[in-house]
């Protein structure tokens, strides 16, 4: 019985991270521990943005999403990951393995994006400050915002798209922890060059794209600030930046390891500890970079601690 017209297979059963028994409770709690300051962080970050008006602002729109987006990501990732440590046998149908697939690339991509217009408002905040509220309008954020979730739906169409023409015919053993596009590359009886090179492609574009947004601003960012006279004028904008570009450099360096290079470089078992950075370790670092060194965000966060107290 077909789960769709090009499969054979009804349901995946997902190996996890590790096989090894003595590792599986001490691996539950601690990525437990790792989905709940996720969950934690992100929705403080959420909440405090929204309650507090001085942050809303084209810097705070872009984190807001970006919380958001982290939220979401790892609530499609971890939950399932959980119960492989638990479970003798983790399985997940055909349908639900093509979802999470397409939700990972959606928030992956989205986030690549989401991450080029905050290294954009940077730029403009730094190197064109007289401009920033005329340039970084909410049109022009809204316009940026919707870009960013458009490319991701597009490019999720076209991932899962090239999954969902594959035919995957008797082995469902799906060597991950979740349903991530080479692992199911690798399990189908069907891939070829082709699908791989598309995948190839469709990362490339995608990172290729952000990184050369990112780099150009922070060029033009660099410039400015070794022209910056004082000192502190110099300290004040770099610490503007370091936040982001931590996030940046664990985002975009653990996905472009695992997906730009041939697959045989690698190992998959190898491979889930990159992914593992971008889906796990990131969306619980950001709001940590994020707020922990951030004076607006220690300010709002005593505001909104301060109306609680007082109710």
């Known amino acids: 019985m077909a789960a769709d017209n090009s499969s054979s297979v009804t349901e995946f059963i997902l190996a996890g991270l590790t096989g090894q028994p ?22 403080g970050l959420i909440i405090l943005i929204g309650l507090n008006s001085h942050l809303h602002t084209p810097m705070y729109f872009f984190l807001f999403n970006l919380s958001l987006i982290d939220f979401s990501y790892s609530s ?93 015919c008797g082995e469902n053993l799906l060597n991950h922890y979740m349903c991530d596009i080479l692992p199911l590359l690798e399990l189908s009886c069907n891939s070829s060059y082709v699908n791989i090179l598309a995948v190839f492609i469709f990362v490339a574009f995608v990172i290729g794209a952000s990184f050369l947004t990112i780099f150009l601003s922070y060029g033009f960012i660099l410039s400015s600030i070794f022209h910056i006279s004082s000192t502190e004028g110099r300290s004040k904008a770099f610490s503007t930046c370091s936040s982001h570009i931590i996030a940046l450099s664990l985002f975009f360096g653990s996905g472009a390891f695992a997906y730009l290079k041939p697959p045989s470089i690698i190992p998959l078992d190898q491979d889930k500890v ?38």
């Open 22 to 43: 003595g590792l599986q409770l001490p691996l539950f709690f601690l990525f437990l521990g790792f989905y709940v300051v996720t969950m934690v962080g992100n929705m």
């Open 76 to 168: 499609a990732i971890i939950p399932k990951m959980l119960m492989s440590f638990v479970s003798k046998k983790n399985i997940i149908s055909y349908t639900g393995c093509m979802t999470q697939l397409f939700f990972f690339c959606f928030f992956a991509i989205s986030e690549c994006f989401i991450l080029s217009a905050m290294a954009y408002d940077r730029y403009v905040a730094i190197c064109k400050p007289l401009l920033y509220t005329l340039t970084m309008s909410p049109q022009v954020c809204l316009f940026l915002l919707l870009g960013a979730y458009g490319m991701g739906i597009l490019w999720a169409i076209a991932h899962t798209g090239n999954i969902l023409f594959l035919t995957f």
């Open 274 to 311: 990159c992914t593992l950075f971008y889906t796990t370790v990131v969306p619980m670092l950001n709001p940590l970079i994020y707020s922990l060194r951030n004076k607006d965000v220690k300010l709002a966060m005593k505001k909104t601690l301060g109306r609680i107290t007082f109710f």
